[in-house]
């Protein structure tokens, strides 16, 4: 069915490029709308504070106070290297840079003096924006930024917070036992879907690797993106850790019957659907981690399984190693004490973000470490 969309730049260039090249994959189209240089929804200076959207880091400091605890018992774990690289994908404006090395430089100093933080981001008005929140840190010598992963990391940490969920995808749908491609396409009423063969034999590989099946008629996504963005990942980092915090869940879970229609679902004017071509380049557009996937794909890049946890686990975990300590700020009133508690239970509640995010973290060049953040709670 095709669906009328609000005009915008960017699906007038849609609309131009399905004219003259023909349908485009769904991952071509969503690259587009979350990312393109001009009109994509991430590309743009940081949205205003009723954007669709919220993080872990949006609530509370205590989320960037716990996990440079993590950082740092990584950088002892790995010997207490001179030089330890942070590098964050998907760094955003910098908010949660900025909560792990405000802490660090006040109670880890230490680690802080090691610390060489990289803030990866593609848009180059977040990146403007990092650099205006994290002036005391770059002169410090301790932040920096790139539109892309260094290439090489002697020693350190690659980790993401609501990075992956953002990857394009492609969408497929099992039709009368074979494997299917769902594609945009555009006609008089606008764009709509389009059945076609595989864009790619990586598709079918990817379920075949987890020994996967869909049922008929079953809607599923594909994120071949995350796959390769894990396997580099740990071919670039040659001795530490690889951090991944996001929604989502294994593959047997991930493409069960109760995922029938897949996730991927469209975010705009805060309401949630699945109207995925309404208003190409304003509206957000996720769909679920796979984190078996990061598995496979990450062991191909040399990383091995440290821990897979619910974000309740990890917070709590680490709060309680420094006794709760890291919930308020030095000096913080009772009152003040009260609304942090509240905001904390915000990201580890069971029912909302704390049992919906999960914690994956790889490991590479080192045996076995025990991480506090996996400790059962």
């Known amino acids: 069915m ?6 915008s730049p960017l699906s007038e260039f849609l609309e131009a490029e399905i004219n003259a090249r023909g349908r485009i994959t769904f991952a071509e189209y969503m690259d587009a709308c979350l990312y393109h240089p001009q009109h994509g929804y991430y590309a743009k200076a940081e949205q205003d504070a009723r954007r669709d959207y919220i993080t872990s880091v949006d609530v509370t400091p205590v989320f960037g106070r716990l996990l440079a605890r993590q950082l740092q018992e990584m950088w002892v774990i790995l010997g207490r290297p001179e030089i330890f ?25 230490e680690f802080y003096s090691a610390a060489r933080y990289v803030g990866v981001e593609r ?16 002169a410090n010598g301790r932040f920096s930024n790139s539109a892309e992963l260094p290439d090489e990391i002697l020693c350190g940490c690659i980790f993401s917070n609501e990075l992956l969920d953002a990857f394009e995808v492609h969408r497929v749908a099992q039709q009368n036992g074979k494997l299917r491609e769902i594609y945009v396409a555009h006609d008089q009423n606008g764009f709509c879907d389009e059945i076609g063969s595989l864009s790619s034999p990586a598709i079918a590989e990817y379920f075949d690797a987890m020994g996967i099946r869909l049922r008929d008629e079953q809607m599923a996504e594909v994120c071949l993106a995350a796959c390769d963005w894990i396997e580099a990942a740990g ?7 690889v951090l991944t915090i996001d929604y989502g869940h294994e593959a047997r879970e991930l493409y069960d019957e109760r995922h029938m229609r897949g996730t991927l679902l469209a975010y705009g004017r805060h309401r949630v659907s699945e109207d995925f071509y309404r208003a190409p380049g304003l509206q957000d557009l996720t769909a679920h981690v796979n984190f078996t996937a990061l598995d496979v794909w990450g062991g191909r890049g040399g990383l091995v399984r440290s821990g897979l946890t619910s974000q309740t686990n990890f917070l709590l975990a680490l709060a309680r190693w420094v006794n709760f300590a890291d919930l308020y700020a030095p ?45 059962p709670f």
Not at 2 to 7: G, K, M, N, S, Y
Request: glycine letters at 10%.
């Open 85 to 109: 690289w942070l590098i964050e994908a998907g760094a955003g404006t910098g908010e949660l840079a900025k909560q792990i090395l405000d802490i660090a430089v006040d109670s880890l100093p």
């Open 123 to 138: 848009s180059a008005a977040r990146r403007a924006a990092q650099v205006a929140s994290l002036e005391n840190h770059i």
């Open 235 to 241: 071919k670039r980092i040659q001795r530490g850790f």
């Open 331 to 375: 000096g913080a009133s009772e009152h003040e004490q009260i609304a942090a508690r509240l905001r904390f239970k915000t990201i580890i509640h069971p029912e909302g973000m704390g049992e919906t995010f999960k914690v994956l973290v790889q490991h590479k060049g080192i045996e076995s470490p025990q991480l506090t953040g996996f400790e």
């Open 2 to 7: 095709a669906v009328r969309v609000e005009p």
